[in-house]
């Protein structure tokens, strides 16, 4: 992997939210996102996987600049990520942007799709007028819409249909990255592959980076070429998703990967205990250990680093790393 | 094999429009069927048609029945009784589905005095069982709380205690773990499972993941705009899917092991109920399309015993495989 | 608990007082007492020595200082009309404005809530239609113009009931009648849509597939949460039970408070105006404040802090 070629830099992210315990109560510190750090390469997908709590809406944000994180940094193209609303904040949102999981309250009810699609060139001052309007054709067309459709509004269009909708305009600016956050939980099965296999082929067109949040494994491994998993605001666990997948190496990523539902699967089904914690009840060491069964006494006290294991695997796991010290010596 | 619960030509629709198009399903005791589709396919319209729960400006035809009872049209005491007592249902969103001003003690309470006759002491020392039951912990304080002081994946687990608080024959799931977290819906259909056993009660789960009733299902009813397609034990499904919509959909669900390759989508949408073609509902969208598909609605063909797809060339299964999209 | 009560106490506190001296800006803006008691006609220094004892002379907020340390010590003032206590004026006023208010509010919650559930549990029915085509029009008509309408009606056309006065039990009559129609129908329509709201919830659905009646699920499941938003309406209308009346005490010559505050401000009777108003704010604003702790005993939500589900 060539320096130059990575994309976006986060580094240490921290995002804090104070939160009032009932009309009485006291305030509470909740950490969202707690020492989060990713790289996206040009081109490349990133799959952010996790549960309700772990943060990875909030990190989807912070990557983009929407939040200015309470710790750490963000830095794009190699440079530092301006404070939002800003002016430079404002013509970097041509280089990225967001979709995600309600198409329809992503998009203006009173005005068509070809309108919308050509509002950020409008915003940004690309091409001429002949030219905006070609580029509103192809890319209605890249995303699988008809011309027609350019003068349908919102509501006139099917949940899939909206969801290219949203996909073109994002694409309107040629962006180098796009953050999907859960872009295909509103749909129908059938309409989520079409718009996973869209998203692929997206890709390859544009040549744009994706960052994919989703609870959905299946999801995530069909579109990524990497995949994070996140627990409590930490990333737990990083690799190659199909490796991921097969091998999981931190306990949390294999009740999860265990819990999936697929016809003709093998193997034991771990089931969790317990709920998903809740972010301002924080455990102390590894935000894991209450549920985990190969919990030792180190877990609750120390909270484990994401350190690389020999084989290029990212955990974050007390035990996962003192297996592979054993496996290793014996 | 006996039958518990059957559904004859089943037809509901909504102020003209039709949103079941004639359903024939049969139950035994003791049976956990798969009920899978996509949005407005009917699946759950289905099952609220045959307890009379569809809001008043609903017109039902057809039949069900409960041991012989017939369901539909039924008087209200009948079904008072039926519902809860001898089918229960429980529903996509516990954290809504749940009254916010009672204590689940008391929600749970109800259920007992209505079908079991118990109240005071007796009641609340049975809904502590049931709590046990369902795997909620610390379960005497918490027959006191209020829904919004559960998660979502405890809250379920209340549901399903009250739908059991009746003894019911057959539970109807409608997609009780879609609303929740992937870890916790492992646990839920977990605790369905392992439920279903223990009582020998029937059950009927609908869902619009096929993955979800691979598991827990040993029979499977595909529907798609109001009607069943495919039908057919969990196993012969997946190994020998007939109907294009059912390899459609697996063939949509993005595999987990094996080399990363295009999602065989099915291309285009469901009909909108006013819209509805002629013949085969699926015909616009299927690969496999003739003439006499947009004949008339195809009828259900035996392939194997126990398994009928609505398809004119089931029996060709060369001719049904589905190109990526 | 104590902070809550505590931080709505000071609220309530504020309230009045920036009440309080809205009227009293506004009052000694608006003319002068002085001339206006005295008559057109008195001369210059009688209205100059009416000033000076009754210390209008002095700037506005030297008076405001001066009538401020008078409340807190108990003394609300004298009425300059007649020279006896403010205070005594206006709470000898309060059974006469009762005696209209609390029947109405009688009418307004037995007439409108009762209409407002049947109307929900018979949507779109005929007589739902009806009942809501009433209750637009009971409270679009201005409290003086129906009132003015059923006095001729019934005591100018029909002679049945007398048109004003206080002299006896039917004179309470019309009055009544007049203030209970408008806020039966502003409560019939809301608590429709209360209902309504309720009735579409799933929670309901998952009361009526458990098997019960469709009675229990209205009263038992239903009502219940109907009631939280519909205590905030009740809430203000009890807090308007002393002050609500003062166009229908007009119209009927009621010697209730709201006529006393009428004839109050003709006459710049700065004193009385404004203990009025001060019983008023006292009113309105402890009613709202008991609707506030209402709502955590009818809310179990707003008691420990719900948790929200699902979003990260």
Redesign the interface.
């Known amino acids: 992997m060539r320096p130059d070629a990575s994309l976006l830099d986060a580094t240490g992210l921290v995002r804090r939210y104070e939160m ?6 006291a305030a509470v510190e909740v950490r ?1 996102v707690d020492g989060v750090s990713l790289t996206l390469e040009r081109g490349r997908t990133l799959g952010l996987v ?9 990190t989807g944000r912070l990557v983009l600049g929407l939040e200015t994180p309470d710790a750490g940094s963000v830095a794009f193209e190699g440079k530092p990520m301006p404070p939002p609303g800003s002016a430079p904040w404002r013509a970097l949102r041509a280089r990225m942007q967001m979709v995600f999981q309600d198409p329809l309250g992503a998009l203006d009810r009173r005005l068509t799709i070809g309108a919308q699609v050509r509002e950020p060139l409008d915003i940004h001052e690309q091409g001429d007028a002949p030219a905006r309007a070609a580029k509103v054709a192809r890319l209605l067309a890249a995303v699988g819409l008809r011309p027609d459709q350019a003068a349908r509004y919102p509501h006139e269009l099917s949940g899939g249909q909206r969801q290219r909708a949203v996909l073109a305009r994002a694409l309107a600016t040629d962006p180098a990255l796009l953050v999907c956050d859960e872009p295909i939980s509103a749909l129908d099965v059938s309409i989520q592959a079409q718009v996973m296999n869209l998203l692929v082929d997206i890709q390859a067109e544009f040549g744009v980076a994706m960052l994919f949040i989703s609870h959905d494994l299946r999801a995530v491994r069909q579109v990524s070429h990497r995949v994070a998993v996140m627990y409590l605001g930490r990333i737990v666990e990083e690799g190659e998703p199909d490796a991921v997948l097969h091998a999981p190496a931190h306990p949390y990523s294999q009740a999860l990967v265990s819990a999936i539902p697929h016809p003709g699967k093998q193997g034991t089904r771990i089931v969790l205990q317990g709920d998903p914690p ?1 972010p301002a009840d924080r455990p102390t060491g590894c935000a894991f250990h209450p549920r985990c069964a190969a919990a030792v006494a180190r877990c609750r006290a120390e909270s484990p680093d994401l350190k690389a294991r020999p084989d290029g695997r990212l955990v974050a796991c007390h035990v996962a790393h003192a297996e592979t010290a054993l496996s290793r010596a014996a | 094999m006996s039958t518990l619960v059957a559904l004859r030509g089943l037809k509901v629709s909504f102020a003209g429009q039709p949103a079941l198009r004639g359903i024939d399903l049969s139950i035994a005791p003791g049976e956990a069927l798969g009920l899978v589709g996509e949005s407005g396919c009917g699946k759950s319209v289905t099952w609220l048609a045959a ?1 009379s ?1 569809l809001p008043g400006k609903a017109t039902i035809e057809g039949s069900a029945t409960l041991g012989g009872e017939e369901l539909i049209g039924a008087p ?1 005491r009948v ?7 001898r089918i ?2 429980i ?1 996509q ?1 516990p ?8 204590r689940v003690g008391k929600q749970l309470a ?2 007992l005095r ?2 079991r006759g118990l109240t005071g002491d007796a009641a609340r020392a049975e809904a502590k069982r049931l709590f046990d039951l369902v795997g909620i912990p610390d379960a005497a304080r918490r027959l006191d709380a ?1 829904p ?2 559960f ?2 994946g405890q ?1 379920q687990r209340v ?1 399903i205690a ?1 739908a059991l608080a ?1 003894q019911p024959e057959m539970l109807v799931a409608d997609e009780p773990t879609t ?1 929740l977290d992937v870890t916790i819906q492992a646990q839920i259909l977990d605790l369905l499972r392992s439920l279903r056993r223990e009582f020998n009660m029937a059950l009927v789960l609908i869902s619009h993941d096929l993955g979800v009733v691979a598991d827990t299902c040993d029979r499977v009813a595909v529907m798609y705009a109001g009607r069943i397609v495919e039908e057919a034990p969990v196993a012969r499904l997946f190994a020998a899917p007939a109907h294009p919509y059912t390899r459609g959909l697996l063939g949509a669900l993005p595999p987990i092991t094996g080399p990363r390759r295009r999602l065989a989508a099915i291309p285009g949408g469901v009909p909108e109920p006013w819209a509805m073609p002629k013949g085969c509902a699926f015909a616009p969208r299927c690969a496999a399309r003739i003439a006499a598909c947009d004949a008339g609605v195809p009828s259900a063909t035996e392939l194997a015993p126990f398994h009928v797809a609505a398809c004119l060339r089931a029996h060709e299964p060369a001719a049904l495989e589905m190109e990526p999209a | ?1 104590l ?2 009560v505590a931080s709505r106490l000071l609220r309530a506190a504020v309230t009045i007082v920036m009440v309080v001296t809205f009227a009293f800006v506004v009052l000694r803006l608006s003319g002068d007492p002085a001339q206006i008691i005295m008559g057109a006609d008195a001369p210059p220094e009688a209205v100059d020595a009416f000033r000076t004892a009754w210390g209008l002379d002095q700037p506005v907020w030297v008076q405001y200082f001066h009538y401020f340390g008078a409340i807190l010590s108990g003394d609300l003032g004298r009425s300059m009309r007649d020279g006896r206590d403010a205070i005594v004026l206006v709470v000898e006023r309060i059974p006469a404005t009762l005696a209209l208010t609390l029947p109405a509010l009688a009418i307004k919650l037995g007439l409108g809530i009762p209409a407002g559930i049947y109307a929900a549990l018979h949507r779109n029915s005929p007589i739902d239609r009806a009942l809501m085509i009433l209750a637009v029009a009971g409270f679009t008509v201005p409290s003086f113009v129906l009132g003015l309408l059923l006095v001729l009606v019934f005591a100018v056309q029909l002679g049945w009931l007398p048109s004003g006065g206080q002299e006896s039990w039917r004179h309470a009559i019309l009055p009544v009648v007049t203030l209970g129609i408008g806020g039966a129908a502003v409560l019939a329509r809301f608590t429709r849509s209360a209902m309504l709201e309720v009735l579409g ?3 309901i ?10 009675r229990d699920v209205v009263w ?2 239903a009502l ?2 109907a009631a ?1 938003p519909t205590v905030t309406i009740v809430g203000f209308m009890v807090g308007s039970l002393i002050a609500g009346a003062v166009v229908v005490e007009s119209v009927f010559s009621w010697p209730g408070v709201g006529r006393l505050l009428v004839v109050a401000v003709g006459n710049r009777d700065l004193a009385v105006v404004q203990c009025v108003l001060l019983l008023v704010a006292m009113t309105m604003v402890s009613a709202n404040l008991t609707v506030d702790l209402l709502y ?1 005993a ?10 929200r ?4």
């Open positions: 009032r315990r009932g009309i009485f109560g969202a996790g549960e309700s709590g772990c943060g990875k809406s909030t809740n | 307890l729960l209200a079904l008072e009784r039926v519902r809860g007592g229960a249902m529903f969103d954290a809504s589905s749940l009254n916010p001003v009672h109800e259920a209505l079908h209020y919004h002081e998660s979502g809250n549901m009250m009746g609303a | 608990m902070r809550f919830q799933p929670y659905r998952t009361a009526s597939a458990k098997g019960v009646t469709w038992g499941h219940p949460n939280i955590g009818l809310d179990p939500r707003l008691r420990s802090g719900a948790r589900s699902g979003a990260h």
